[in-house]
């Protein structure tokens, strides 16, 4: 399990990106090895604060395995960092993490905080019909990270799994929890230490069905 490549980007203006009209979706390969801390990579840049500025998305991981699959569905190549996250992954099962494991990288201790939900300036930039359904359809969704102790990673660096809390969801399954399954959301919510994020989702879903 390792880093294949880890990716920057600088935010630009976009016509297709949403309410801003602007996004740093397009990553590219660093050179070299890159700081990671609690705001995020050196050099890379979040257009929206407001729905990605969290400390608990410092860090998006892909894995290179689900952008093969996405080539055969999809009859296209897609780089490392075209679906704009800050490290991708080789051998690494990231969709199958639990929320609250963590892994070492390099100097870097990262926390998994919880799975990817596709927006409008995803579909823009990835510019296939129906693009949110069908991504959202095949699960293979990626994971968010914080960074528990700051540090450098770089491309090659062993990925190493250093703790996977027991009874804690996987990243598809908070997936399913964030669209409504609400005992996976309930089995997330009893893990200590879970993001402050979920408890909002909570309010949305379980909220809703007490409604």
């Not at 390969?29 to 890379?44: T, Y």
Request: proline share 4%.
């Amino acid at each position: 399990m390792q880093i294949a490549s880890v990716n920057v980007g600088r935010a630009v203006d976009a016509e297709w990106a949403g309410r801003l009209k602007r996004t740093a979706i397009d990553k590219t390969p660093a050179d070299g090895r890159v700081r990671a801390s609690e705001s995020g990579l050196a050099g890379d840049e979040r257009a929206d604060l407001e729905h990605h500025g969290s400390s608990d998305q410092a860090l998006y991981a892909y894995a290179r395995e689900d952008y093969d699959w996405w080539r055969a569905e999809l009859g296209r190549e897609l780089r490392d960092g075209m679906f704009g996250e800050n490290l991708t992954t080789v051998g690494l099962d990231v969709n199958g993490a639990k929320i609250g494991e963590r892994w070492r990288m390099g100097t870097v201790l990262a926390e998994v905080t919880g799975p990817r939900v596709p927006c409008s300036v995803f579909r823009g930039w990835i510019g296939e019909p129906g693009w949110l359904k069908t991504f959202t359809r095949a699960g293979r969704v990626g994971a968010y990270l914080r960074v528990v102790e700051p540090g450098e990673l770089g491309r090659g660096d062993a990925v190493e799994i250093v703790s996977r809390p027991e009874g804690s969801v996987t990243v598809t399954e908070s997936f399913r929890a964030y669209h409504g399954d609400r005992d996976l959301l309930r089995r997330l919510l009893a893990h200590p230490g879970h993001p402050e994020e979920w408890d909002r989702v909570a309010e949305r879903v379980l909220g809703r069905v007490r409604g």
